[in-house]
């Protein structure tokens, strides 16, 4: 069993900041050999890939957040890390960490997902 907790959204003004953080349990889950990534989706709109972070600490970024958001990983607590800064409000998402094999991810887990909600 692989548990995926989320914490860490809310509601936020354009131009804020948050930091989303998804820490990791159970049995299932070797953390430090797993790629760990956030993926979001807005409502009418499929879920897309924001960032990842492979086991050797490689990321990569969708174009949209660039410069914006960096994804980090601690294995020694199990947690990775979303830091979401110059919020837009096309950034306005439910965001789940997955965790899963290789790059391109193979996504074997999900969390149960966070909001994030950015006003104009």
């Known amino acids: 069993q692989v548990q995926l907790v989320e914490s860490g959204g809310g509601l936020v003004q354009a131009g804020g900041s948050l930091r989303l953080s998804c820490a990791a349990s159970?049995?299932?889950?070797?953390?430090?050999?797993?790629?760990m990534g956030w993926y979001r989706q807005a409502p009418g709109k499929q879920r897309e890939l924001v960032a990842a972070v492979t086991s050797g600490g490689s990321t990569n970024y969708a174009d949209s957040v660039k410069g914006r958001f960096t994804i980090s990983r601690d294995n020694a607590k199990r947690t990775v890390y979303l830091q979401m800064n110059s919020l837009k409000p096309e950034d306005t998402a439910v965001y789940y960490c997955?965790?899963?094999?290789?790059?391109?991810?193979?996504?074997?887990?999900w969390g149960q997902g966070t909001q994030v909600t950015v006003s104009s």
């Open positions: 997955s965790s899963g094999l290789g790059s391109p991810m193979r996504i074997l887990s």
């Open positions: 159970g049995s299932g889950i070797i953390f430090s050999i797993n790629t």
